[in-house]
């Protein structure tokens, strides 16, 4: 990847991969990248829902925003590897629901949809669905979400990570997020079980972080928890990924998760003041080993 001049590049000491933050447009830093040289592609482009972001005017006429969509998909696609990923999560409103069945249709005949991962924010469990083996006494009600206040409308505690490739049959690493069995004998009873781990399925709860203070912690209106694109690479295979990209990287949270999984990362924000708040972020987890450039 060719670096720009106001690239910000930070690494771990020594020869750590590097983790690149670009300002500007996505539509045409894309442009500019190598076809075929990106490996996996975690982001969430604004869902044109009103949000307040600080450049970003998230108010197009439906069609152009569909049609944008569209166009800068065509990109990814060019740049993706043969057998690369794209984890596309979108949300919609109890008002809005469609943003995510039509921003995932504007891809349909750019790539093939191989999975659609549900990103569960917050879910209840009464203790009679989980038989004994969770000893759960009450109701466990976990994760957070925002309160919608209605009559008619449910809270809204999910959205969709949408899962493309270019064939279609890219292999995944499920055990990479595999989970024990809870009834130990299906491990000796199904053949294809050769260790006690198995496929934890497309819904995924990942709560956000607990904060104490929006403003400070996470001065950005839609966010996603690191811990959501890292479950994305280690499901297409942390070893594979020579490069991750995020071109809607907001607060570098998938920057973060590239630290965490120790693969090169190439993130793309439009607003400088989020761009600060990702550098930060990003030396905050490479912690006092961290070199710049
Ligand atoms: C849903 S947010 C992504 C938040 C990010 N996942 C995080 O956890 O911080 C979408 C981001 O895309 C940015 N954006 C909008 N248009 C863009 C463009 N053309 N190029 C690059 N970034 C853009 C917005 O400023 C916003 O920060």
Known sequence: MTEREDDVVLRRRGDGPPVTLRTGDCMELLAELEPASVDVVVTSPPYNLGIRYGRYDDRAPREDYLAWIGAWAERIREILAEDGSLFLNVGGTPADPWVPFEVASQLRDVLELQNVIHWVKSIAIEPGD???????????????????????????????????TRSGKVPVDRLALGVPYQDKSNVARW?????????????????????????????????????LP?????????????????PFCGLGSSAVAAVRLGVPFLGIELDPAYVEVAVERVRGELGELFCEG
């Not at 759960?136 to 959205?159: M, Q, W």
């Not at 709560?207 to 403003?215: C, F, G, K, L, N």
């Not at 070893?239 to 995020?246: A, G, I, N, Q, V």
Request: include cysteine.
């Open 230 to 246: 890292e479950m994305a690479v280690r499901l297409h295979g942390v070893e594979r990924t020579r490069l991750m990209l995020d």
């Open 130 to 164: 989980v038989g004994n083996a969770a000893s759960l006494e009450r109701t466990l009600a976990v994760g957070h979400y925002k309160p919608i206040n209605s009559p008619r409308f449910l809270n809204d505690c999910h959205e969709f990570v949408f899962h493309f």
């Open 191 to 227: 053949k294809a079980a050769k260790r006690d781990l198995r496929c934890r399925g497309n819904c995924w709860f990942v709560p956000y972080e607990t904060i104490q203070s929006r403003a400070k912690e996470r001065p950005h209106p839609a966010t996603f928890p690191s811990r």
